[in-house]
């Protein structure tokens, strides 16, 4: 598991070159990281988000398995690579910023993206157009699991 | 658009209260900001994403229409506000550690979501099992603005 290769990509240009040029310019924030959103490329299911350094965006373009940067662990971390749940990429985008990443996948693996052993981890659904505050109460969305 | 009220919601509690209770604990960042993520209610694509804070997040709760945080501008930011393409939210979910929101959106005005014109601000492809690297180019993704 130790990285033997570091990834190095162009730095950002000008907003022209970020916005409408082709070079991938991905940018980074201030710890080295990039938000990754990863979403069912069946059904389009949000399943999970988190952050990739460059070496995670690196390996996850070359080997099209998502790696992610764990923020708790400070570590690389292969999803996937202990539940056998592994990210195969369908298609990875960015976006007008390039300061994020998009990942359209397919769960392999009993299916389940999230820890809790659930399909995707946004399982639950907040409360829209009512009172907004200490008293909010979640409600469980939709069971999705019929993968 | 000066802000009179001001929203508080309950803080994080046990690992078992954020990831299965019902009770919402919206998990602010050292900023004071939680990622957003929007998508298409009808088609599932990735439109956007950027922050809230607790005011933008109480907001969009309260009014069933999208607020973000501007970190660019330091200010609420009502998404459409001057373009008219103001997201009207299907669904808003958070996910198990509740420090990402996920809204399900319908994109009012002309339909584009992205300040370039465009139907979803992930309008190029990132290249999957290749060489990353200084040399990695995007690829304009297929035109999706059939809306």
Chains 1, 2 share one sequence.
């Not at 398995?65 to 195969?88: D, P, Q, T």
């Not at 990443?101 to 392999?108: A, G, K």
């Not at 052993?117 to 009172?131: K, T």
């Amino acid at each position: 598991m130790a990285p033997t290769k570091t990834y190095a990509f162009r730095s950002p240009g000008s907003k022209a070159e970020v916005e409408s040029g082709l070079d991938f310019r991905p940018k980074f924030d201030a710890d080295g990281l990039i938000p990754a959103i990863v979403t069912d490329a069946r059904s389009g299911e949000v399943l999970m988000f988190a952050f990739m350094n460059a070496e995670a965006l690196g390996l996850s373009m070359e080997t099209g398995i998502v790696h992610f940067w764990s923020r708790s662990r400070a570590a690389l971390w292969k999803k996937g690579g202990e539940s056998g749940n592994v990210f195969k990429i369908v298609e990875m985008r960015t976006d007008c910023d390039q300061d994020v990443i998009w990942l359209r996948v397919t769960v392999e693996g009993d299916g389940h993206a999230c820890h809790t052993g659930r399909r995707s981890c946004f399982y639950r659904l907040v409360p829209v157009q009512g009172a907004a505050g200490e008293t909010s109460q979640l409600t469980l969305a939709p069971d999705t699991d019929d993968a």
